[in-house]
């Protein structure tokens, strides 16, 4: 646990991995921005808190930043800790984070019924055991602020990872926390290593996001995964996570430059671009790329340069 004037990270495990919540603390008010998987509230948030010298009657707000199990699964056990807090979410996200088959149906699962991939059952079981789903007090779509006392932090909509994903701004600490929002060109493990690829699916959002997080300036820009950027290391993460974007679009593009009349999968399209656009370690690599490469294919059929065969199962890609 790390605090610098008033704004609180707390590290939490995630297998392999670091999830990093974090706490904006003011003189009236605290607002937590997720919860982690089930079980964090009580072993390493609460904690956290204490040792920041936080009393869990002063959160007020918990903003949970998108419908991924590792940010929104311990709202059960959040909601018991922090009762007087009212907890946020974007609309988008939302339903989602409060009933696990629409987070199957809309995010876990999301590949399996048009595209035929699905998540192994070992991690579809893992998800169910890590998430504790509850209610959203309100619905926020971005521009909201929070008074903390001594200042007030604003609530961003940054879509691309999810539709629904939001950040907080705190403008009097030239912060800004995205979670999950800005994905660079891996995801990495605790020790910073390559671990498997950026997860972004909404490419033109994805792309905006990245643009308004540059118009903010941040001075410190902090992550869920990552870590934090400082100075000149923002803007380097955000070119890094922009520059990867372009490469992905520019290769699925490639994939469709010559006649290929029987088409393309989704699984055809990551197997074929797996072993050029990086090198990860994790055995999960392939069902990561396809958030990239499947919003890549669908921005493609958005602007009229493919066409989605959704007749047949799995579905088929094809130059228009």
């Known amino acids: ?12 495990p995630l297998g392999g991995r670091r999830n990093d919540v974090y706490a904006f603390v003011g003189s009236a008010r605290t607002v937590l921005f997720d919860t982690g998987v089930a079980g964090v509230a009580t072993d390493f948030i609460l904690p956290g808190l204490a040792a920041a010298r936080v009393r869990p009657e002063q959160v007020s707000h918990v903003v949970v930043s998108h419908c991924d199990v590792d940010h929104f699964g311990g709202i059960t056990d959040a909601r018991q800790h922090f009762r007087q807090a009212a907890f946020l979410a ?49 619905l926020v779509t971005g521009g909201e602020w929070i008074d903390l006392g001594d200042r007030g932090v604003q609530v961003l ?13 705190d403008p009097g600490r030239g912060l800004v926390a995205i979670s999950d929002a800005v ?26 996001t990245i643009a308004l997080v540059r ?8 992550t869920a995964h990552y870590g934090q950027f400082e100075g000149a290391a923002v803007v380097d993460f955000l070119d890094e996570s ?66 989605l065969d959704a007749t047949v199962r799995p579905a088929v890609f094809r130059r228009s």
């Open 1 to 12: 646990m790390t605090g610098v004037d008033g704004v609180v990270r707390i590290s939490t």
């Open 90 to 138: 974007h609309p988008k996200d939302a339903g989602m984070m409060q009933d696990f088959g629409l987070y199957l149906q809309g995010r876990g699962r999301s590949f399996y019924a048009n595209y035929g991939l699905d998540e192994p059952p070992l991690d579809l079981s893992w998800a169910r055991e890590v998430t504790g789903e509850g209610p959203i007090d309100v």
């Open 157 to 169: 909509h940054v879509p691309g990872h999810s539709r629904g994903h939001l950040a907080i701004s």
């Open 183 to 208: 994905l660079g060109s891996a995801v990495p493990d605790a020790d910073g290593n390559p671990l498997f690829p950026p997860t972004y699916r909404h490419v033109a959002d994805y792309l905006r």
């Open 215 to 222: 118009s903010l300036a941040p001075s410190r820009l902090v």
């Open 242 to 307: 922009e520059a990867f974007c372009r490469t992905v679009g520019i290769a699925v593009d490639t994939l469709f430059t010559t006649d290929h009349e029987a088409g393309r999968t989704l699984s055809d399209c990551v197997d074929e671009l797996l072993p050029t656009l990086g090198t990860w370690p994790n055995e999960g690599r392939r069902n990561a790329l396809a958030f990239p490469v499947c919003g890549h294919l669908e921005e493609l059929v958005r602007v009229g340069r493919l066409t």
